[in-house]
């Protein structure tokens, strides 16, 4: 069931603080996506390939498809055609997959890094460390890499209620945000994007500096 009252009242509050509502629809019928596409969201995530390429096909072809699920460089080539956000990049191997299947298809797709900001061992992504030698192989192979682009990072926190640690791990993921931005040629380009907050912390997420949400149970109902 859509709520869509909800998304009325979400959407005019992101949209005037800046934050970009993605509307995660997973397992969700395409009639629920669509209901929510006739009052004007454009952006939907999803986190199983087979499930957005079927879904892609049958809706409006406008929609932003955000693909921010765990992803296997094997399916790359899937999604390739029309994804517009990848959320999850976290191998380089993953990286240069999705570079040669984006030339394929003679597009440029823009991805996040995603940093591993929960102590929990489910979580995928790279921690800190990670991440910095993932920047050096970019900067050092960026010139045969034209087919992608890095504009920030994603990250899930833990599933818990404590609000101090979820400020915590969010605000990592800030902080190395506001490092590669002023570190790294990155800075100068594309590198925009904090992907965080779902729909039990977006509030707390915002507020330690995201603007990119991703909410699905509140505005679809449980899965
Ligand atoms: C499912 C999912 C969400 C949305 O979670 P809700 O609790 O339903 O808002 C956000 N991000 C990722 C990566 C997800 O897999």
């Not at 009242?9 to 929510?36: N, R, Y």
């Not at 996040?112 to 929960?118: D, N, R, S, V």
């Amino acid at each position: 069931m859509v709520n869509k009252s909800l998304w009325e009242k979400l959407s005019k509050e992101l949209t005037a603080m800046g934050v970009t509502l993605v509307a995660v629809s997973k397992t969700k019928p395409v009639e629920d996506i669509q209901e929510l596409y006739d009052l004007g969201q454009r952006h939907f995530g999803e986190n199983y390939v087979q499930e957005l390429v079927s879904k892609q096909e049958t809706l409006p072809a406008d929609i932003h498809w955000h693909y921010i699920g765990h992803l296997q460089s094997n399916k790359v080539k899937y999604i390739a055609p029309f994804v517009h956000l990848i959320h999850a990049v976290d191998s380089f191997k993953l990286l240069l997959e999705i570079d040669k299947q984006a030339a394929k298809f003679k597009r440029t797709i823009d991805v996040l890094l995603q940093l591993h900001i929960a102590d929990e061992d489910t979580k995928f992504g790279m921690d800190e460390k990670e991440i910095f030698s993932f920047m050096d192989y970019y900067t050092a192979q960026r010139a045969s890499l034209q087919h992608v682009r890095i504009c920030g990072l994603m990250g899930m926190a833990s599933n818990v209620e404590n609000e101090t640690k979820l400020r915590a791990e969010f605000s990592r993921l800030k902080n190395v945000f506001i490092h590669l931005k002023e570190t790294s040629f990155l800075g100068k380009e594309h590198f925009n994007t904090c992907s965080m907050g779902m729909s039990s912390d977006y509030k707390i997420a915002i507020e330690e500096g995201s603007n990119m949400v991703r909410i699905g149970s509140m505005l679809f109902g449980s899965r």
